[in-house]
């Protein structure tokens, strides 16, 4: 029907229709953007709300400390006061190697040191790989590694050593660790291989059950009380909190309290921006919807005429539909791939802070613009419908 | 086809009805094939009437009806089918688009059914004279020449009625007598029955009635 497209799209409503587009574009796009937003802040601010319930606290080291190492173990009281605190909601106790432990990977990396283990119950992992299991059968143990130390290698060690190379996550898991754990007159060789990467507990872990195996079996004697606890809290904030740590002299990774507060400003900004793009989507949906409903009751004389010479009012729906709706999906078509190479390029960046971000475009994104090309269309239709009627 | 009219007024004549009227709170009928001339100065609803009868106003006491069936149950399709097939028009406004050329302006007709070939079409231009015009767009063309448009685009579908509104206000003499022998062909081609009005009585058809809307100045 080429002659009425003629008429529905002559000059005479050319600009109002490009006025009309650029603002719906721009309103969808500012739109998914705002929503591709709130999503990242959500992603990190979850993350840190995760991290904020656990809270890893040991005794201030002062000059007591240097000559008896045991000022720094928790005493069973100590623990039991720990847990019994309403503000705690569960403890965990670290507990660490009495045997000595010597690693070697002079073969991959010229390198042999002394090394220490610890271990607290699986519940208190934020990262629990299916390999990090300990079979007394075998002689192979999983270690997972504070990814902190794994940056303090590649930005500080490999740095400044040119023998070490920089390694990747994938590559350190790859890299068989020979160990050698002695003690109580015994000792034995076992392949140690890192399994996975904590962000909340800054040690070197190995599971539970095979810390207590080798204590139990080279340890020299009784297990010590444990240094340090991790506790999970209702809310790392809390007043009493605060006051009972500082009465006890313990010492907190203070970190963790930051993150809580950060993530509560986050929190705060990705509800203004959500709140901001809400207005966004109403405002360019009502610009839109005004805009083109001047167009179609611009063009009530056109369709009057063309209804007297015989053109059915379902004909010229369909031909106004059609334009519309190829306007509408063009749209969000380009919208959407814009946005798609966007948040590649800036999640690219946000991941070399450290964030960690998917780089691909939401599928809630996508879900969201077609729901609103099918809502748009469905108001389209309605407002079409009734300025043909007129 | 037949057009009744039954006790038919239109709202606004209400006020300033003549007391005798032909059509007015009249019952008649157009039978098939009737020619009918329609006398009336202006201002005494002759467009309003047959604005009434093509549907485009709903504004009248009275009924208007349509082969025994009352146009107010028709649904905008049925309008639609009716003035594809059945009934055709010249408004005194003519109803052309201005931004498209005089072509254009047919073709938007012709598509619709396919009644008449574009070489009839040039023919029936060529007699009006104004085939060299068509390329204009209608709205650079003087009130006579969209005429000669407007009752060329009437005769481009079938129709067992047609309807004429001052079809010829800004013609001179030889293109009337150009335009109604073209209609005039048409409607005999179609055996078709034909609505024309006036500010006076004319001789451009041979006509079976003649109505006056308003006796008192008539």
Redesign the interface.
Known sequence: MKLTGKIFWGKQSRWQLIVATAGFWIGLFITLLSIQFYLDIRQIVKRGEEEKSFIIVNKTVNVLNMFDKSVSMFSEEQLDSLQSQPFVKDIGLFRTNTFNIYADVSDQMGLAFDLYMESVPDRFLDTLPASFDWDSNEDFVPILIASDFLRIYNFSLAMSQKSMPQLSPATIKLIPISIKIAGNGQQRMVTAKVVGFTDRIPSVLVPENFLLWANETYGTGPSPQPTRVIMEVDDPANAQLKQYLQEKNYDTNQDQLRLGSMANTLKIISGISGTVGGLFVFLSFAIFLMNFQLIISRAKTEIGILLDLGYRPTQLAYTLNKQFFLILLGCVATVLVVEAVLVAAVHANLLEYGFEVTQTISWFIIAAALGLLLLLQGLLYLSIKAGIKR | MRIELVQLMPEPLVEIAPKHSDVWQQTLQLTDGQWTQLVAPSGRGKSTLLNII?G?RTDYRGEVLIDGKSTRTFT??D???????KLS?V?QDL???P??SGW?NL???Q???NTVTKDEVAEMATKLGILRLLDKPCGNMSFGERQRVAIIRSLL?PFEYILLDEPFSHLDENNRQIGAQLIQDACHQRKAGLLIAGLGADRYFTYHQSLQLDEANG
């Open positions: 093509y485009n905008p399709n309008w639609a089918a009716l003035r594809r097939e028009v408004f109803r052309l688009f931004d498209l254009d073709m938007l007709k598509q619709l059914t579908q």
